[in-house]
């Protein structure tokens, strides 16, 4: 059960993250030192992978933590999306459809919670969707340019976004119709209830 702690090394961690993503963004954008900010993006995979692990292990769940985590996962897609639209790594379209599909999934949540439940849990596809950007925009920006890492890097790349992309599309579909049914359940059941 999460508890009410925010200094945990969990959420030390995600502070950590979370501090990485105007520095990632910056490296992009200003420098275009690519490198560096595959170095922070790599970074931030393992403290992202190495938070869940110590939050088991030392037992330091948190609320903050339950928040902060996907809220920075989010950040880091987010930040990803806008360099790569702006640099042309990645066409408008594909930047809408992913940022479109968050919109969609963060208006459903505002749904749920003002109903006054709990969101749904997140499902396999939406852990296997962002496993596969995290892999792919790494191998993307990896891409860029025309030495041989990069002509290597390409076709994983574009598997790896491809498949990812289709899949956050899907899970996120799957979200917003899990709240949709729940809330219409929901109106249907009371509104019998208030017949009865």
């Known amino acids: ?10 959420n030390l961690l995600s502070f950590l993250r979370l501090a990485g993503v105007p520095l990632f963004l910056w490296l992009l954008l200003g420098p275009k030192a690519d490198l560096l900010a595959l170095v922070v993006l790599v970074v931030s ?6 938070d869940g692990k110590l939050a088991r292990l030392l037992n ?5 933590g339950a928040l902060l985590d996907p809220a920075v996962d989010r950040l880091y897609t987010l930040a990803t999306l806008f360099a790569f639209l702006v640099r ?15 919109v969609a999934v963060s208006v459903s949540l505002l ?9 749904p849990e997140v499902n396999y596809i939406g852990k296997a969707a ?5 892999y792919g925009f790494p191998l993307l920006l990896l891409a860029q340019g025309d030495s041989t890492a990069a002509e290597i890097a390409r076709p994983f790349a574009y598997a790896f976004v491809a498949w990812g992309g289709a899949l956050f599309l899907w899970s996120g579909l799957l979200y917003v119709v899990q709240v949709v049914m729940g809330l219409r359940a929901d109106r249907i059941g009371t509104a019998g209830a208030a017949s009865a």
């Open 111 to 119: 749904l749920v919670r003002r109903a006054g439940y709990a969101p």
């Open 88 to 102: 042309e790594i990645l066409p408008w379209w594909v930047v809408a459809a992913l940022v479109l599909r968050d």
């Open 60 to 64: 330091q769940y948190s609320r903050l």
């Open 1 to 10: 059960m999460a508890q009410d702690r925010v200094l945990t090394v969990p």
């Open 130 to 134: 962002t496993f596969n950007l995290m």
């Open 45 to 50: 995979g393992l403290t992202d992978w190495l």
